[in-house]
Each structure stands twice: as C-alpha cells, then as structure tokens.
C-alpha cells in the first residue's frame, strides 16, 4: 500500500489510512533517513490509537512503553539510533517485547534486523523532492 502526505495537515488522514490498513502483524519497523518523519507518524498512530501520554521519540530511553486508553492494550515505541550492538538490544528485553503479542513501533530498526521476527511489517518513509512523504508498506 502507498499514502502520500503532501503536507502536516494530511497527517491525521493518513495514520487513519495506515490504521486501517494494519492486519494482526504486531512489529512495525519504521525506515527512512533522519528527518523523514518517522516519530512524527508514530506519535499520531499513538494518539489516534488512544494513547494521551505520547512525548516523543524514545531515543535515550530506548523504549516507551504506552497503553491505549480506548482498548488498553500495551504500545511499545522503540528507537535503536543509539544502540551500540545486539548484544545491548537483546539485554533489554527486545525479542520479549517482539513476542508479548503487543503493538511494536519501531526506529532505527535496521540496528536490530537479526532480531526482528520473520512478519515484520517494513514501512518506508521517503521525503520526496516537494518535502511531501510517501508511506509504502505491505
């Protein structure tokens, strides 16, 4: 699937397309070059998915761990930008996190690819030439 947001104002619209796109699959890895927008996309998936308590990107933490105030599901959003090695990422729990069944956001995901399951839903942020984004995942 493909969603084009031409500016910030089509954000909304688009995270709801991307919603309803979304299957059983749980790990999401959010890829695209800094900048792109991945926290951005993330924080409104987590609010539209009921999550009020979204700050931003867990890039010294690692991991947010969030719940969903409509359906009270676990939402973990992880950012691996500063990962040194797998060796770290497994000694926080990361494959635990993948397994547990909960929604799983990921960045920087390309920093744990020998850990992330076998249905890991790859979702591609480009910038294009405009400064719009294009969204491509399966």
């Not at 919603?19 to 749980?26: K, L, Q, Y």
């Not at 790990?27 to 991945?38: D, H, N, Q």
Request: net charge negative.
């Amino acid at each position: 699937m493909e969603i084009r947001i031409e500016n910030l104002e089509q954000l909304p619209q688009a995270v709801t397309q991307f919603i309803e796109a979304m299957d059983d699959r749980t790990v999401y890895a959010f890829r695209g070059e800094m900048g792109a927008g991945k926290t951005t996309f993330i924080t409104e998936l987590c609010r539209q998915l009921g999550v009020d308590d979204v700050a931003n990107s867990p890039t010294f933490a690692i991991v947010n761990e969030y719940r969903s105030d409509t359906t009270a599901e676990l939402i973990y959003h992880f950012d691996f930008y500063r990962i040194e090695d797998l060796e770290e990422a497994i000694e926080i729990g990361t494959e635990d996190y993948f397994d547990s069944g909960a929604l799983c956001l990921l960045e920087w995901a390309e920093r744990v690819e020998d850990l992330l399951p076998g249905d890991t839903v790859d979702v591609f942020i480009t910038v294009n030439d405009d400064e719009s984004r294009t969204i491509k995942f399966d």
